[in-house]
């Protein structure tokens, strides 16, 4: 799937302000199984608007969102298959417990790096030594790392928002 956004500034201009451009083929991870089009769609829609200027950073795509993106096309597509490294097996870590493991690394590192964004965002030293130390310790679970990923992305978000609003670049209304 290959789409193109076109962002206008008014409704009256002749050529769009910016473009952005997402090329996604289906059956690619996770996402790309059951929502290719949309996913595509979207990535255009995101590329046009950062364009443009509107973005949560002056970075774009995230090197958080391009590795997890990077490990999520690494999956399988097929739940069952067997992963091609069979070294593990020899070292005495079973398949499963070694998928297990790299999923909980992978989530672990996914919160570490969206605790750094907060961080640089204004969250006090205290807090986010103590989040880090939590974290890097092992002891959550798969599903209290996802938690955590999902309220800090919709912390940073809404702090992205706020920070829009404030400078100008996004209206009150539009937050």
């Known amino acids: 799937m290959l789409f193109r956004a076109e962002v206008y500034r008014d409704s009256d201009a002749p050529q769009p302000a910016a473009t952005g451009w997402a090329a996604e083929r289906e059956g690619d991870g996770e996402v790309n199984v059951v929502a290719c089009l949309e996913n595509a769609e979207t990535s255009a829609i995101g590329r046009a608007l950062a364009n443009l200027g509107f973005t949560a950073s002056s970075r774009r795509p995230s090197r958080e969102e391009m590795e997890k993106a990077g490990r999520q096309r690494g999956r399988p597509s097929i739940p069952n298959r067997p992963p091609p490294d069979v070294g ?63 309220r800090l992305r919709a912390w940073l978000a809404r702090e992205t928002t706020k920070r829009l609003s404030r400078s100008g670049i996004i209206s009150a209304e539009d937050a």
């Open 88 to 150: 593990r097996q020899q070292r005495g870590v079973g398949r499963d417990e070694s998928n297990s493991l790299q999923s909980r690394a992978n989530a672990a590192t996914d919160v570490l790096r969206l605790i750094g964004r907060a961080e640089r965002l204004g969250v006090r030293g205290a807090r986010i030594e103590r989040w880090r130390r939590i974290v890097q310790a092992g002891s959550l679970s798969p599903r209290l790392l996802e938690q955590s990923e999902s």
